[in-house]
């Protein structure tokens, strides 16, 4: 038997079920059984997989959906890990993070505000509220961060944002294009709802960023905010953020 905490936060009973149908069909010729276990705990998601074929199972949920790490021990400085934002918290001017760790209690990752100033705008002087719209940063946003201190008696890290991250803000900034951050839904789902409204002629591609996180690149010109509520009346239990590249010349 194996126990694995996947890389994925769900944000319903539906979408629970929806991972494991997906995993049962997709090991329906192996001997290889996969249960969800208890109720998530900060919303990530365990399974049990059993049978013959088990390790064959495991490196395929590992490679295809991702799998958090099992304890502290695990966690060396330098390891970049996908993770998902757990807080903002403006008293105390850091990002907390939630990287997967459930035993025996949750282990956050901490980014300071000065490390945020240093990495994402050359040390230029912003409020970490200020930092959180211009990038589109919210509690449940999954991010890659890299580990700069294990704080094994105090059950943290201390971290940064990992290189790949980095590298997709300044994508997104020099792109000049608006984009849509979609948290709580699937790739299919998002792509019926652009049909249904026909926004797919204002958008350029969908890009998932976590199993149910969805970014949408909107075209030259569209303002990503006023397709806030043409998308939103067909999504109501999502959230929905915007990335503006404009907003960084104000």
């Known amino acids: 038997m194996t126990v694995l905490t996947l890389l994925a936060k769900v944000y319903n009973k539906g979408q629970l079920r929806q991972i494991e149908m997906s995993l049962q069909t997709t090991f329906e010729d192996l ?10 705990v900060n919303q990530w998601v ?8 088990e390790g064959i199972a495991k490196s395929y949920i590992t490679k295809q959906i991702g799998v958090c790490p099992n304890s502290l021990d695990e966690v060396s400085v330098n ?6 934002i757990q807080k903002i918290d403006n008293t105390a001017g850091e990002l907390i ?7 025996p ?3 956050y990752a901490h980014i300071p505000l000065t490390t945020l100033k240093t990495q994402l705008l050359e040390e230029k002087e912003e409020s970490l509220k200020k930092i959180t719209e211009l990038f589109a940063l919210s509690v449940n946003l999954p991010v890659s961060i890299k580990v700069k201190k294990v704080h094994t008696t105090e059950n943290i890290i201390e971290a940064e944002f990992a290189p790949v991250q980095i590298e997709m803000f300044k994508n997104w900034q020099k792109s000049l ?7 709580g839904t699937t790739t299919d789902e998002v792509t019926s709802t652009l049909e249904r409204t026909r926004l797919n002629r204002d958008v350029i591609n969908t890009e998932a960023i976590g199993l149910f996180e969805q970014v ?27 990335f503006n590249p404009k907003n960084f010349n104000t």
């Open 46 to 53: 365990k399974v049990k997989v059993t049978g013959e074929d």
């Open 177 to 183: 294009l608006d984009r849509l951050i979609i948290l």
């Open 79 to 84: 390891t970049e890990l996908k993770s998902y």
């Open 216 to 242: 949408l690149t909107c075209k030259l010109g569209t303002d990503a905010t006023g397709l806030i509520p043409r998308i939103g009346r067909y999504m109501r239990n999502t959230q929905i953020l915007v």
């Open 97 to 103: 993070v939630d990287v997967g760790i459930l035993e």
């Open 31 to 40: 001997d290889a059984q996969v249960q969800i276990l208890d109720k998530p």
């Open 105 to 107: 209690k949750p282990v």
